[in-house]
């Protein structure tokens, strides 16, 4: 681990701002949110407000123009945009709302792609064989199976497919954070419990953390904390106030 000893402490984002480039209306400003080890948080907010943003600069997609953002104690806001994108690798699972899939590789390809780039996380999964076993596990799980969908191309899979390989691609060799926007958007109920009794035994097994955006107001009893947006941006009501859970 990067972390240092006895830090349960997964993330802190502090005083970050950001606007996306030439987009004038919109400007983001977090003074504080932050994430323990084994924690899931779910982010809610209305369309537009800025939640896939926040996600995409916790993930290291963009950098803010101001302000840290501490993953397992290394600030990411400090890397440059390559050392991001490995960092991302290494430490994160991102499901992305647009599912961003290799559109010509398969199911399991596709879930296999993040270990390429990180080669401690490929060594927790162990072997090309047990790479290949482990994205199956992942995808069954999901209720996919990948020799049925064969060697389909991710393009040619149904959204709610899509979304699933997404996900297990998210999890596979267990990154410390995982980062999810609108992950179920797609899914039935049930495959959308199967996806979050996935998630949560993957991350009681590591000890990571989930960072999760929904709409989806039914999914707050499974979380340790539901967080509006509203309630973390300069100007909202500073402090993040948890919504009473049952
Ligand atoms: N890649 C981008 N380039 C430029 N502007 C962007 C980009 N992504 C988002 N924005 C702008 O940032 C603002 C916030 O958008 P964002 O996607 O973060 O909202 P959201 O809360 O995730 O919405 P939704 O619930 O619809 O997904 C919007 O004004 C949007 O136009
Ligand atoms: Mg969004």
Known sequence: MADRPGT??????EAVRYRWPGEAGFALEVPRLSLD?????LLIGPS????????????????????QIRVLGEDIARLG??????????????VFQMFNLLPYGSAVD???????????????????LAQETEARRLLARLGLDASAIGRRRAADLSVGQQQRVAAARAMIGRPELMIA??????LDTETRDQFLDLVSGELAESDAGLLMVSHDAALAPRFDRVVRLADILRD???VPVPVAVP
């Open 181 to 186: 926007d609108e992950p179920t958007s797609a």
């Open 110 to 128: 596709n879930v296999l792609l993040p270990l390429s780039f990180a080669p401690k996380r490929r060594a927790r999964v162990g072997s090309h």
């Open 236 to 238: 909202g009501r500073s």
């Open 48 to 67: 537009g407000s800025g939640k896939s943003t926040l996600l995409a600069l916790v993930a290291g997609i963009v950098a803010p123009l101001e302000g």
């Open 8 to 13: 349960t402490r997964l993330l802190e984002v």
């Open 37 to 41: 080890r084994g924690e899931r948080l």
């Open 81 to 94: 945009a390559s050392a991001r994108d490995r960092f991302r690798a290494e430490h994160m699972g991102v």
